[in-house]
């Protein structure tokens, strides 16, 4: 089956520090790959996307690679402010085996110090 | 204004009674889903909605029910409420555009069950 693993959190960095969070994934099809975020007190909302081996998502000053030698869509940013404070997650849609659901990892939760 | 909305937003109840939990969306989308999420396991599916006519049981049904009154409109019921079911309650929709299906979440609901 489909399966999503991300670095345990909580992660605490300093403002303007680099931020990698690992996500790696388990997929019998083709998946499309996705990074949401949780702000506190909020629901989901899409951070970024990639469809296919080798694409880049990008949205806010945050990037992710398709890597499909490694399964993996690790999370960077290079100069993390304290509005990015929020729970991230990263999530599988593997289209190839008819799935129709989103496979989510189990969260991280970033805290940004002053 | 939201385009996917869910009431309530906060909810306690007893064990044994039976529970409604609505959600709407101004999207437009086809699709709807309920999530729940609890601490350190991250969203799982409880039920999802092709259209009107089409329900599908998701990771997690049992315990749950849910209705397409209409396109905009997706319920979800616990008949019979029990402890273990305290949780946030995500709604979500989804429509094909951009290549990846793409997933906007409601802001929540957060049930306790006494």
């Known amino acids: 089956g489909n399966s999503v693993t991300q670095m345990e959190g909580p992660v605490t960095l300093s403002e303007e520090a680099f931020l990698t969070i690992n996500c790696t994934y388990t997929a019998t099809g083709y998946p499309s790959l996705f990074w949401y975020v949780q702000y506190p007190g909020e629901g989901l909302q899409l951070l970024l996307k990639?469809?296919?081996?080798?694409d880049k998502g990008s949205n806010k000053g945050f990037e992710a690679t398709y890597r499909k030698e490694t399964t993996s869509f690790h999370l960077e940013k290079g100069s993390v402010q304290v509005s990015d404070s929020a729970v991230y997650f990263c999530a599988l849609r593997d289209f190839g085996a008819g799935s129709y659901q989103l496979t989510f990892g189990k969260g991280t939760k970033l805290s940004v110090i002053p | 204004d939201a385009d996917v909305t869910q009431t309530p937003r906060n909810r306690i109840t007893k064990t044994g009674k039976r529970i409604m939990l609505e959600c709407s969306q101004t999207?437009?989308?086809?699709?709807m889903y309920w999530y729940r999420q609890d601490p350190g396991l991250g969203l799982r599916l409880i039920y999802y909605s092709f259209d009107v006519k089409d329900i599908n049981k998701g990771e997690i049904s049992d315990g749950y029910s849910v209705s397409r009154q209409a396109q905009a409109k997706f319920s979800l019921s616990l008949e019979s409420a029990i402890p273990n079911q305290t949780a946030l309650y995500f709604c979500?929709?989804?429509?094909?555009?951009?290549?990846?299906?793409?997933?906007?979440f409601g802001p929540g609901t957060r049930l306790l069950v006494l």
């Open positions: 990639a469809t296919k081996a080798d």
């Open positions: 979500a929709t989804s429509d094909l555009r951009g290549g990846a299906e793409t997933q906007y």
């Open positions: 999207k437009g989308h086809d699709r």
